[in-house]
């Protein structure tokens, strides 16, 4: 249902990839609403249609993806009615992307300076001088220091984690009110990878910013997911409230996922962590009932049968047999 506060409102959203002449859905009748202000995660393992969930909003699909969709609310804009001319100018300017490799946003011939400006100079009257000092600004604001010498330099001089901060500072430049950052930690070390999970919540705070944070690490999201969902096979499995789906997963999916994640404390080496058997089926797979059906430990032929969304509206679920999967661990001896 529509929110009438919603900052974006995603309904009905379905992706088909052309495979050399045959079309597979990769993505599956996916709705979901963003607050303004709000951090709305999106979690699962690779392959789970995450990355163009989130491209299709802005549509960067890639040429062989089509997009189906309902309705994309941003605010009062029907993001799917723009034309490619009026979706550019809000591309980058109020809604902000950032990528797990900061390669594709950043341009190895043009230095952090001209980046940066770049991007307000196309979507704001502003003066060379204006923008510079901005990127200056934001560059001391996402921690990196002495902004005026980076700002001279080429992204390749820079270390992997800065170049995430610049390319945190890049999607602040204009002022956007939603920043989709999909996977943005995920090739760092577990140190800057934290700074960095800090960094976008103090900013997001700051300049109160509805965060899209994509990602399959479910330790991560529980420190910054207002709301959450859990995709496989190009659906959604189970969404809600952060504290609903992590404390109370009712999908055995979500379920296995928490029980990947090392818990703070513990001291269980990560090798001997557990990982969920099976893979995510191919897209050629052809799925009967619930696309979890081989990896779930307690799937039975029922779950076969055609699935629908259920839950209460705030707590949603694609199973027929929510918890039970819990169940089965807490009636053993
Ligand atoms: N350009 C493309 N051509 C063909 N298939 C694609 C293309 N892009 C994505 N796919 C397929 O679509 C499905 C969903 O991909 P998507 O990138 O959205 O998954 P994801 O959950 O974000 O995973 P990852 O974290 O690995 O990016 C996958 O099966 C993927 O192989």
Do not use: W
């Amino acid at each position: 249902m529509k929110d009438e506060h919603a900052l974006l409102h995603v309904e009905g959203l379905s992706i088909d990839i052309d495979t050399g002449g045959a079309s597979k859905k990769v993505v599956s009748d996916v709705s979901f609403t963003l607050e303004a202000g709000k951090t709305l995660c999106i979690v699962g393992e690779s392959g789970c249609g995450k990355s163009l969930t989130a491209l299709s909003i802005l549509d960067l699909l890639p040429v062989a993806a089509k997009r189906r969709v309902k309705s994309l609310n941003f605010g009062n804009t029907a993001l799917e009615q723009l034309g490619a001319h009026e979706l550019a100018s809000i591309r980058g300017a109020r809604i902000a992307m950032i990528f797990q490799d900061p390669m594709t946003s950043l341009n190895p011939v043009f230095t952090v300076g001209t980046q940066l400006t770049d991007v307000l100079r196309r979507h704001k009257p502003v003066s060379r001088r204006e923008a510079m000092e901005r990127a200056s600004y934001l560059l001391e604001r996402v921690g990196i220091a002495n902004p005026g010498i980076r700002l001279r330099q080429y992204p390749f001089e820079l270390s992997g984690g800065l170049r995430q901060r610049v390319m945190i500072a890049m999607a602040l430049m204009c002022g956007p009110e939603l920043l989709i950052a999909d996977e943005p930690t995920t090739a760092l070390d577990v140190t800057v990878q934290a700074e960095l999970l800090e960094l976008l919540k103090d900013i997001q705070n700051e300049f109160k910013l509805g965060l899209i944070f994509i990602s399959h690490d479910l330790g991560l999201v529980s420190k910054i997911a207002d709301e959450v969902i859990v995709m496989y096979a190009g659906q959604i499995v189970e969404s809600g409230r952060a504290n609903d789906v992590l404390r109370n997963p009712l999908h055995p999916y979500t379920e296995l996922l928490l029980r990947c994640v090392p818990r703070p404390g513990a001291s269980v080496p990560k090798s001997a962590l557990m990982s969920i058997a099976g893979s995510v089926p191919s897209l050629d797979a052809e799925i009967l009932g619930c696309a979890f059906y081989d990896r779930c430990p307690v799937h039975d032929d029922a779950c076969r049968q055609p699935l629908r969304q259920a839950g209460d509206g705030t707590h949603g679920y694609l199973c027929i047999k929510p918890g039970a999967m819990r169940r089965s661990v807490e009636a053993q001896p």
